[in-house]
């Protein structure tokens, strides 16, 4: 049985491909560093199938004999999140560390690593430029790496509407970051978890890069509108200017309340939509599912 080695696969997107992976034979091992519910990630596969595995480093032996023996490993941790180390650690330097120990696996057959839409190299974003610099890295040191490039991804558990959605229900007046002009692509979970099933199947080699967006173009003013309109009730959007929304953000997200990080609300400030760089879900032939219609879905539940 081919091993996949997914970190990152106790998350929402994780386990979603844990899940799809499995019913294809596959044993899948979850390393993990933050607590994790073990017995539910194994019931993600029939018994056995599925091992959760703890490592505080990659230095953990354990791991580094995981790693220089499976088939293919995915790359989930892009954090949003600077508390615990600067974004060129905990991306770069942790791929780069990863790396060296794949490098000792002859069995490897491809790296999948998971990027974002609107990685651009003049963006003056440090997590941006972790990731611009990660994904030159991976192509520099592996014959076969796919990058993919999600849109916001959204579903039943996920971290962006499911956060949303209560804000909405208990305030009339919500706040709206910058002028709501910009545009986003969101893109359904079990879209992206088939694509990454096809790769993972085919014989796809050398490097790729798959941007990976629903069919619907928002702006997040029509976001919040529509979500307005889902749950049914009227809002009044107050534009906060991006200036003072980065002060109030910076106070807020050192408290456990906040919706989003100064990072995340970099998003609010530009466009993040597929620019046609390499491949899509057209390659597979698939066609994403309405992700208007999927945030309805969640809206009403």
Not at 71 to 82: A, G, V
Not at 135 to 151: C, F, M, Q, S, T
Request: charged share 25%; proline share 5%; aromatic share 10%.
């Amino acid at each position: 049985m081919k091993s996949i080695v997914i970190f990152g696969g106790s998350g929402f997107v994780g386990k979603n491909l844990v899940r799809i992976l499995a019913k294809n034979g596959f044993k899948i091992i979850v390393p993990y560093q933050t607590p994790t519910n073990e017995p539910k990630l194994r019931l993600l596969g029939a018994l056995g199938q599925v091992i959760p595995i703890y490592f505080s480093s990659l230095k953990d032996r354990r791991i580094r004999l995981v790693l220089q023996e499976c088939t293919i490993c995915i790359n989930l941790k892009t954090t949003w999140d600077k508390k615990k180390g600067s974004f060129n650690k905990n991306i770069f330097e942790f791929n780069s560390d990863l790396i060296t120990i794949l490098k000792k696996n002859n069995a490897l057959e491809k790296y999948i690593f998971f990027s974002g839409l609107g990685i651009d190299k003049n963006d003056k974003s440090l997590r941006i430029q972790a990731i611009l610099k990660t994904e030159n890295y991976l192509k520099e040191k592996l014959a076969n790496v796919i990058i993919i490039r999600p849109g916001v991804i959204i579903g039943d558990e996920d971290h962006f509407i499911k956060k949303l959605i209560p804000i909405f229900k208990l305030f009339y007046l919500i706040p709206l970051f910058g002028d709501g002009k910009s545009k986003f692509q969101p893109v359904f979970v079990d879209d992206i978890s088939i694509v990454i099933k096809r790769i993972v199947l085919d014989r796809l080699f050398g490097s790729h890069i798959f941007e990976l967006a629903g069919p619907n173009v928002l702006t997040y003013a029509e976001l919040y509108k529509e979500i307005s309109r889902f749950i049914g009730k009227k809002k009044v959007f107050v534009p906060i200017p991006l200036l003072v929304s980065k002060v109030i953000i910076g106070i807020a997200e050192k408290t456990p309340f906040s919706p989003i990080n100064l990072e995340q609300l970099s998003l609010f400030t530009k466009d993040n939509i597929k620019t046609g760089i390499d491949k899509d879900f057209s390659f597979y032939n698939i066609s994403p599912q309405d992700t208007l219609g999927i945030i309805k879905k969640i809206c009403r539940k």
